[in-house]
C-alpha cells in the first residue's frame, strides 16, 4: 500500500487532507498503480513513459487540495449568516423605540424615525419625520405613557437593511392594538422606522 512507502506521509501532510478523504485516494492510486505495472508487462516500452507511484499519489493529493480551498473560498464568500432569536438588531431597536415612551423621552423617540417615515396613522398618513413628530408630541405631554408596546415578532431581511416588527399594545395593562413597523438600517448604522401601522384586536367573548 502507498501508506507503507517512505515519504509518503510527508506527501499527506503537504495536502492537508482529511483522513478518509487521503485513504480513500491511495487506494485509487494503488488501483491505478496496479493497472500501470500490467501494462507494462504487456509493453516494455511504456516503462520509459510511466509514471511512479510518488509522482501519481502527489498529482493526485495535489488536484483534491486545490478543490478543497476553492470549496473553502466559496463558504467564504457566502452571504452573512441571519440574526438568531437571541441577537436581533431590529428587536434591539424596537424595544428601545418603546422605552423612549416610557420614560418620556420625546427626544430619543425622534431619532428613531427616520427622515421620509410614513406613518400610516388611519386614513390621514403622517408623511416625513416632522409630520409624525408633530403628530406624537402629544403623547409625552403627561407624566404617564399613554400606552406601551413591544414586539413579539421580528424579521430581518438577508441582507440586513430592512426589517419587520409587530406585537401588542398596551393601555393599563389591556392589548388594544397591533403595531407593525418596518425598519431600515440607515448609512449613520442606526436602525430607523420607515413605515407604521396599527389595527384595533377583537374584545370578543368566546
Request: some cysteine.
Amino acid at each position: 500500500m502507498v501508506a507503507d512507502h517512505p515519504g509518503a506521509r510527508e506527501d499527506s501532510a503537504e495536502g492537508a487532507l482529511p483522513r478518509a478523504l487521503e485513504d480513500q485516494l491511495r487506494s485509487q492510486v494503488d488501483f491505478l498503480l496496479i493497472s500501470a505495472s500490467l501494462a507494462r508487462l504487456r509493453h516494455p516500452i511504456l516503462e520509459l513513459v510511466m509514471p511512479d507511484r510518488r509522482s501519481i499519489l502527489r498529482s493526485t493529493l495535489a488536484l483534491s487540495s486545490g478543490a478543497m480551498a476553492m470549496f473553502s473560498m466559496s463558504e467564504a464568500t457566502a452571504a452573512p449568516p441571519m440574526p438568531t432569536s437571541d441577537v436581533n438588531p431590529v428587536r434591539d431597536a424596537e424595544i428601545a423605540f418603546a422605552a423612549t415612551m416610557a420614560r418620556r423621552d420625546f427626544k430619543a423617540f425622534a431619532d428613531f424615525v427616520a427622515e421620509d417615515a410614513v406613518f400610516i396613522n388611519g386614513k390621514t398618513p403622517l408623511r416625513g419625520r416632522a409630520a409624525v413628530l408633530a403628530s406624537w408630541k402629544r403623547f409625552f405631554e403627561g407624566a404617564e405613557a399613554p400606552f406601551s408596546w413591544a414586539p413579539d415578532l421580528v424579521e430581518v431581511l438577508p441582507d440586513g437593511k430592512l426589517g419587520y416588527s409587530t406585537g401588542p399594545v398596551h393601555v393599563k395593562g389591556k392589548v388594544v392594538a397591533r403595531f407593525a413597523s418596518t425598519w431600515r438600517l440607515d448609512p449613520d448604522g442606526r436602525w430607523r422606522v420607515v413605515f407604521d401601522n396599527g389595527s384595533d384586536v377583537c374584545d370578543c367573548k368566546e
